[in-house]
């Protein structure tokens, strides 16, 4: 006896391509978190992932760049080493000097997003002006710096003044490399071919 069986569709064809894609980002933060050096005046070191939050917000907008990033503090609490020196498990996320960098990046990468795309619904983000992007990551910029000083200050005991001079002044020139580079990645003919 033969059974019919009708094809059933669980997600999208749309749904499935964007949890693929920040898979992706989730994975390209933690692999920028191994490409960090120590920075001498600050217990939190200089990573690339900012970066890709950055670029999580811009290509995949506020709603599944925030969800990528959730993607990767849930990874990383479940014991992937993907935070950096390979950190990992939720301690990092609880007691480590970087757990307010770490909890900044789902909010940061939405703030990119809601600014690049204008709101919540994809926009291309292709057409957004250079100084709208540069825009979006120094506000996402603030987030991550302000977390990250609460995060030092909670963890260390440290004052406002000390936790801005070692979590954020420190960082502003890499930050500040790490926009350029994420305006030249978003302008590259290859992301456009992509």
Do not use: C
């Amino acid at each position: 006896m033969a059974t019919s069986t009708d094809n059933v569709e669980l997600v999208g064809d749309e749904t499935a391509k964007n949890v693929a894609r920040a898979a992706l980002f989730a994975a390209l933060v933690g692999a920028f978190a191994y490409v960090s050096f120590p920075n001498p005046v600050s217990p939190a070191p200089v990573s690339l992932q900012v970066l890709g939050v950055f670029l999580a917000g811009i290509m995949l907008g506020p709603v599944w760049g925030g969800a990528a990033m959730v993607l990767y503090l849930a990874a990383g609490a479940a014991g992937v080493p993907v935070f950096t020196g390979g950190g990992a498990g939720f301690g990092s996320l609880l007691a480590d000097p970087t757990l307010g960098y770490l909890w900044s990046y789902p909010v940061a990468a939405a703030l990119v997003g809601v600014v690049v795309h204008r709101g919540l619904s994809l926009r291309e983000y292709r057409e957004a002006s250079t100084s709208l992007l540069v825009g979006a990551m120094v506000a996402g910029t603030v987030v991550v710096y302000a977390f990250g000083m609460v995060g030092l200050m909670l963890t260390l005991g440290v004052g406002v003044g000390e936790a801005f001079a070692v979590g954020a002044a420190a960082f502003l020139p890499a930050e500040a490399l790490k926009i350029a580079a994420a305006v030249g990645i978003v302008r590259s003919d290859a992301v456009a071919a992509a």
